[in-house]
């Protein structure tokens, strides 16, 4: 196992109830006492000191072993977090190459089996291994990234608690009492009660998009386990409501900050990439909600349009970038290396200029470019709210855009197409994220994509 170095660590456990517990930690002379209570419950924090290891924790005639002092980080979602490295049925880009050289011993993994919970649970299923070829095979293919980037990096013992669910819908995540405080997620109950009413009497049906199900058997456990932060990727499950994720989302990084008592911790997440829905622009929403969602302190976000494979397959097989991507937001906003270009481009703001429209962009590292010829998938509009295809030129921090159609331009659309790939980057290689300056109401009716 691995505990966040530094800090007041919490560890708990049973015992005979009103007895007296004893820990002793290996790297100090502390000697901590604490008593369970009626239940058998008890709770402590220890100190911990600077990354190193392994250390033992002593409890009562018990010993823990070959424990590390390092970085923990969260890791969750639904398939995309989930993806294996190399497992018999998913296979990643490079995915059965890096897991035959994954000897990192000072990397420590945490796999949490599915379970739902109509009810907040203390325990999960899971245990830590160290990362090994073998362990890192069936492992998150993107958490496993990360932390291999930060470990290498950082030099420093990297915890990996990985606790994700194919399919699953972000109000599973967050709990009970945040979702009935308020009235615009009502929406997530009625789904359930008209499930349960389909559902034999007697059988409690439980589903991976029902409220709180996950937050309870998968979140719920860990708010005590002291970390440093969060990474995230999902939003595909989500896509049918993008207006209500872009409110649903901050308030799960919210909920889980409230509950961990640590902060507005880091928590950064992954964009999602383009995918031929059946529904029109539903991708590109979330993509956009998912954009907004930066305004929320301490957060991040990596972009993925430039690392599909196939449109048909809403898996990008590339998951060392996405990993790497986040990893670049951790180390430069949480260890440090204020020199590395974290981000692709951003949408700043707009400025109308005659007939053209002058986009601004943060994060624009040493400089904009495009790749493979003109920049493309930039459309601009004027007060009848149609949308054009723009011609677009790079100028110093900004791009320049018009089109013969729109004679005075007052909007800004950038890959706002389920399937779009655009050629937009910043000079480090990190691709621009899907924009609109708009709020106009946009139609996904069940069409074959228009891309």
């Known amino acids: 196992m691995v505990l966040q170095q530094q800090t007041e660590a919490p560890i708990w456990g049973e015992a005979k109830p009103m007895s007296t517990v004893y820990i002793n930690c290996s790297w100090d002379d502390i000697k901590y006492v604490t008593y369970a209570s009626e239940n058998g419950k008890w709770k402590i924090r220890v100190k911990t000191p600077k990354a190193g290891g392994p250390y033992t924790i002593k409890i009562n ?6 424990i590390l002092i390092g970085e923990v980080w969260i890791c969750s979602g639904q398939s995309n977090m989930e993806f294996a490295l190399n497992s018999e049925d998913q296979i990643t880009e490079g995915g059965a190459e890096e897991a035959e050289k994954a000897n990192y011993p000072k990397i420590r993994l945490f796999y949490t089996a599915r379970q739902y919970g109509d009810q907040p649970q203390d325990d999960c299923h899971g245990r830590w291994v160290e990362c090994s070829p073998s362990t890192a095979a069936t ?61 034999e009497p007697g059988i409690l049906p439980l ?39 872009e409110k649903l989302f901050p308030a799960m990084i919210k909920n889980w900050r409230d509950d961990w008592q640590q902060g507005d911790f880091p928590f950064y997440f992954v964009q999602i990439t383009p995918y031929q829905y ?52 951790a180390l430069a906003k949480d260890y440090g290396k204020a020199e590395l270009v ?41 007060n009848d709210k149609i949308f054009y295809p723009a011609s677009a030129i790079i100028d110093g921090e900004t791009v320049v855009l018009e089109s013969d159609k729109v004679k005075k331009p007052v909007a800004v659309r950038f890959a706002f197409y389920n399937t779009d790939e655009p050629n937009f980057f910043n000079r480090e290689g990190l691709p621009a994220s899907t924009f609109r300056t708009d709020n106009w109401q946009i139609s996904t009716e069940h069409i074959k994509d228009e891309e």
């Open 139 to 199: 492992f998150s293919a993107t958490a496993y990234y990360f932390g291999k980037y930060l470990h290498n990096e950082l030099n420093v013992p990297i915890g990996l608690i990985h606790t994700s669910w194919g399919g699953s819908s972000a109000q599973a995540w967050v709990k009970e009492d945040v979702l009935k405080s308020d009235e615009d997620y009502a929406i997530y109950y009625e789904m359930q009660k008209r499930r349960e009413m389909e559902t």
């Open 207 to 245: 589903d991976t998009d029902f409220p709180s199900v996950l937050y309870n058997a998968m979140i719920h456990p860990f708010i005590s386990y002291a970390i440093k932060g969060a990474v995230w990727y999902q939003g595909e499950s989500n896509r049918h409501e993008a207006a209500l994720y």
């Open 342 to 382: 974290y981000s692709g481009p951003l949408y700043k703001s707009i400025q109308v200029e005659k007939k053209k429209i002058r986009v601004y962009f943060e994060h624009v590292g040493s400089g904009l470019m495009a790749k493979d010829g003109d920049l493309t998938h930039f459309e601009i509009a004027g």
């Open 278 to 329: 059946d529904e029109t622009r539903v991708g590109a929403m979330i993509r956009d909600a998912q954009r907004k969602s930066l305004k929320v302190k301490n957060t991040g976000m990596a972009v993925t349009l430039d690392i599909v494979d196939n449109t048909k397959n809403s898996h990008p097989r590339n998951k060392l970038d996405v990993g790497k991507r986040l990893a670049l937001w």
């Open 61 to 66: 005639d018990r010993v823990i072993e070959n």
